[in-house]
């Protein structure tokens, strides 16, 4: 072994002390995937160098076969694996085998509940990479030496995964990463050829590059064991360019497992090949959960650039909508010239309609999740639901397509989950129904009982039931849906259009003509507080309700607004009484002025209660309401 030079110990970063930990205690039972880690790296490692020769073709020194080998020595309990990619330098080795370096990893390891059943599942969203060579060696040694820097540059680090690391500057000949696992005592079997072999081909077949092994030989008798050679073990073909047909699904997930280190199987799955004007493949991938960072808006986004074969880049942020980050994939193109970077694709034409193609292609797969197989499509929308919900704000051209893919809570629904479609809202609608009805407010408990699903609930009449953050904003960007529009029925003046007969209308319409003189009244009694007062039609049990006007924000919207310390615009509720209920009745008989100006008030305040909203003074109702309740005791 060659001198070692600045040796110094140093700490791991907490995160990867944690990481560590947790992993070694929680992958135990799946511990062949450190191999998958390691290769999965390596092979990045070698498209890094790849893409980076292009520009400088004198890192390819000494070697432009870009390989992966893996051999092992069953006295030693050793695993190698080496490769001639991009390597590291003694400060990349320190970054990158030190610390972790995605954003949010500090909140993600808060999230873990040391039930390692449930965390196993959330490393498996993380993705271990490197650290996965701990699940089976006790001791692990890197050599490594960035393309590009001489021999003596080379570095070695080595750590037993238990909080600090060393690192020394060394002599290395080749360029690339050489990684021998010391294998744990009882970790032996992975020192064997046939099982590495098989490793090999269930999780990196896919994996582009070569992956060699040693031959197996048995010298014949009284001969010396002849020269190491190698064979390749893999299919060392790119994935995406074999034709469909030729793919197993299992490859097809292994491949996605490398692309987007996640541990479990995606949901779904769309490859194609476009040829003509544009040549291109894309392969892109519905994940079955939602990486730990999905709300962050710097996350990576998912898909893989690739031109002719050769990776490009990593997060190629331009061939979908930010509301699809979610999708892993790859793209490669035949007409994008080498070279292109993130600024030349943020104006390329091809860019924009490759990217609505691939949209396209996303919403079709979602589309075909949805109806082949609701179950799984379920919990799809369940883990990007909220995401898919920023689609028609962002994707005007896709708009009703991405509405079809939206799910409520309805009160036709299922305890609160969002489990109803547009399609299937319309299906069931009642005769003559021109309108899609829905509510918004703060929470599911919250709004199932409003008073202002009366009326719909007498006629049967069903109301999407809309409480996530976001749906308010949503809704400002959906008109309508299959040419039926939305109508938010805790807005304006409430029209029930063919649902209400005439006779109905009619004795509404002469009821509130009788109650004139009452709106006179409740008007000058509640003053500022509204912004008109009049006879409600969409209640039957409850005495009153507020209505927002057409244009004013809603409840939500302002809830958000107030949050951010932005300055709301003022906007006073209507007013809206039933005439027909035993409080109004008596409210109408009030002599006393003084006690109908309270009733009033109390009516308002709790209109405001029952939508979900605060009372501006509550302490003014408080005295109010105890002024009845003497005076009723009395
Ligand atoms: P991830 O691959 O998710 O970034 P890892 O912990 O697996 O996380 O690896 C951390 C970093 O170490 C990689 O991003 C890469 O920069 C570097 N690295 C790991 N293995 C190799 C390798 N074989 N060659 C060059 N760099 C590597």
Do not use: C
Not at 64 to 76: C, M, Q
Not at 356 to 361: Q, V, Y
Not at 362 to 387: H, I, R
Not at 456 to 483: A, C, H, P, Q
């Amino acid at each position: 072994m060659s001198v070692e030079t600045q040796k110094e110990t140093l700490g791991f970063q907490t995160e990867v002390k944690q990481l560590l930990h947790l992993m070694i205690h929680s992958l135990y039972s799946n511990k062949e995937i450190f191999l998958r880690e390691l290769i999965s790296n390596a092979s990045d490692a070698v498209d890094k160098l790849r893409f980076e020769a292009l520009s400088q073709p004198e890192l390819l020194e000494g070697g432009a076969e870009l390989k992966i080998r893996v051999s092992f020595d069953k006295d030693a309990k050793t695993v190698t694996l080496e490769d001639n990619g991009i390597g590291m330098s003694r400060d990349d080795v320190i970054t990158h085998l030190g610390t972790i370096a995605k954003s949010g990893t500090a909140d993600f390891m808060k999230n873990l509940s040391g039930d390692q059943k449930k965390d196993s599942h959330l490393i498996g969203q993380f993705g271990v990479g490197f650290y996965s060579a701990f699940i089976v060696a006790d001791q692990v040694e890197v050599f490594s030496r960035r393309a590009g820097l001489p021999a003596s540059e080379g570095v070695h680090w080595s750590s037993k995964g238990e909080g600090e690391f060393e690192v020394a500057t060394v002599e290395k000949a080749d360029r690339g990463t050489r990684i021998v696992l010391h294998l744990k005592s009882g970790e032996d079997e992975f020192a064997d050829g046939w099982r590495l072999r098989n490793i090999i081909k269930k999780y990196s077949d896919h994996i582009a590059l070569p992956i060699e092994l040693p031959k197996e030989a048995t010298p014949a008798e009284g001969e010396e064991a002849p020269a190491l050679e190698w064979e390749t073990v893999n299919r060392a073909s790119a994935l995406w360019t074999r034709p469909r047909t030729e793919v197993k699904d299992e490859e097809y997930q292994e491949f996605y497992k490398h692309i987007a280190h996640d541990f479990e199987n995606p949901l779904s799955w769309s490859h194609n090949k476009v040829e003509g004007k544009l040549e291109y493949s894309s392969l892109l991938y519905v994940p079955a959960r939602a990486p730990f960072d999905l709300y962050q808006r710097e996350a990576p986004k998912g898909l893989k650039l690739y031109v002719q074969r050769v990776f490009v880049m990593d997060q190629a942020e331009s061939f979908l909508p930010l509301y699809l980050r979610f999708i892993k994939g790859v793209v490669d193109s035949n007409d994008l010239s080498l070279n292109v970077s993130r600024e030349i694709l943020q104006k390329d034409p091809i860019i924009d309609s490759m990217k609505s193609a691939l949209t396209k292609r996303v919403l079709d797969m979602l589309e075909k999740l949805a109806k082949n197989e609701p179950e799984q499509y379920k919990g799809f929308w369940k883990n990007f639901g909220q995401v898919m919900k920023e689609g028609p704000a962002e994707d005007f051209a896709n708009k009703e397509k991405i509405a079809g893919l939206l799910r409520f809570a309805s009160t036709h629904g299922n305890d609160g989950e969002q489990v109803v479609s547009l399609g299937e809202y319309l299906a069931r609608a009642k005769e003559g129904q021109d309108k899609i009805y829905f509510l918004t407010g703060e929470k599911y408990e919250a709004v199932k009982d409003s008073p202002h699903l009366e009326v719909f609930r007498k006629k049967g009449i069903e109301v999407l039931l809309l409480t996530d953050r976001i749906d308010e904003w949503l809704m400002s960007y959906l008109n309508e849906f299959d040419g039926k529009s939305f109508v938010d029925v805790a807005r304006g003046d409430l029209d029930l259009g063919n649902l209400d007969s005439e006779e109905d209308k009619k004795a509404a319409e002469e009821v509130a003509k009788t109650k004139e003189g009452l709106v006179e009244r409740i008007k000058t009694a509640l003053g500022d507080a509204v912004s008109e007062v009049r006879v409600s039609h969409r209640l039957t049990d409850s005495p009153a309700i507020l209505a927002i006007g057409e244009q004013d924000l809603g409840l939500q919207m302002r809830q958000i607004l107030e949050a951010s310390g932005q300055k709301v615009p003022d906007s006073k509720p209507i007013f809206e009484f039933n005439p027909t209920h035993p409080l109004i009745e008596k409210l109408d008989s009030e002599q006393s002025e003084e006690r109908f100006g309270d009733l009033s008030h109390i009516l308002f305040d709790q209109a405001a209660l029952a939508a979900g909203d605060s009372l501006k003074d509550p302490a003014a109702y408080v005295r109010r309401l105890n002024k009845l309740l003497v005076e009723l005791s009395v």
